[in-house]
């Protein structure tokens, strides 16, 4: 199970959106993880992921206490890789996200080749995840489905806003803070990728998604729905 299949969309906006996840079974494979779960981040950076994380400790954009929130607006270094190595001290879930099927199925390949002994997890689109799987020669073990949204559907903020806000499945990115990006977007204070940054900053396990968050705020400010 993950809280990634709660993404909102439709399958088109989709189309630059996967991620892999490692994780240790506790008790049974999760003695000598740390370095597997480390193994499985440095074959991600082959491949060029547009976050990883560790479900933990962060992913690569983080908010620190050093800086004042004004300040968190023009900073654009993520945090640097081997600091989130070195932070993954126990078991952990670990994550990649990729926006292209290319780089996935390159690095899904190299995880089969490696043979780390954890669970693997593809979180995307079931057709593309299939095809990835077949690609690297892999029999896909199970699948599981999100079934949506249900209930007073008229209560919901825009599409929009929860293509952004949903990318935390931990619900860290509020609905009200999305519609704020992309309100200033619009009137030009900051740039996509600016929003897109800060946006990523809470998602606390570092499945934010930056290319397709871009995207999405790209739309917003041309008043595309």
Same mark, same amino acid.
């Given at each position: 199970?993950?809280?990634t299949?709660?993404?909102? =969309? +439709?399958a088109? &906006? ?5 991620i ?5 079974t506790?008790g %049974? !494979? ?10 499985f ?9 547009? !976050? ?7 992913g ?9 929130p &004004? ?8 945090l ?8 993954? +001290?126990?078991?952990?879930? %670990?994550s990649a ?13 190299? #995880?089969?080749?490696?043979?780390l002994?954890?669970?693997?997890n ?7 995840? !299939? ?14 489905? &999100? #079934?949506?949204?249900? =209930?007073?559907?008229?209560r ?9 806000s ?5 619900g860290?990115? &509020? ?8 309100d200033?977007v ?9 929003a ?9 396990? =570092? ?14 400010r041309?008043g595309?729905?």
């Amino acid at each position: 199970m993950t809280n990634t299949l709660h993404r909102y =969309g +439709d399958a088109e &906006s989709f189309r630059d959106d996967f991620i892999v996840f490692a994780m240790p079974t506790r008790g %049974v !494979n999760d003695a000598d993880c740390v370095e597997k779960l480390r193994t499985f981040l440095r074959l991600a950076l082959k491949h060029h992921p547009v !976050n990883l994380g560790d479900a933990r400790k962060g992913g690569l954009y983080q908010p620190t206490p050093r800086l004042n929130p &004004s300040a968190h607006w023009r900073r654009q270094e993520p945090l640097r890789t081997d600091e989130i190595l070195e932070r993954i +001290d126990g078991p952990t879930t %670990v994550s990649a996200v990729f926006d292209n099927r290319q780089d996935l199925v390159a690095f899904i390949e190299e #995880l089969k080749a490696a043979d780390l002994g954890l669970s693997i997890n593809i979180s995307g689109l079931r057709d593309e995840a !299939n095809r990835c799987c077949q690609q690297a020669g892999i029999t896909r073990h199970s699948v599981e489905y &999100s #079934l949506g949204f249900r =209930g007073q559907m008229d209560r919901l903020p825009e599409r929009p806003v929860l293509e952004l806000s949903t990318m935390c499945g931990h619900g860290m990115i &509020s609905a009200n803070f999305a519609k704020k990006m992309m309100d200033w977007v619009k009137e030009g204070r900051r740039t996509p990728a600016e929003a897109a940054r800060s946006a990523a900053r809470f998602c606390v396990c =570092g499945v934010f998604n930056m290319t397709r968050a871009q995207r999405i705020l790209e739309r917003a400010r041309h008043g595309n729905p």
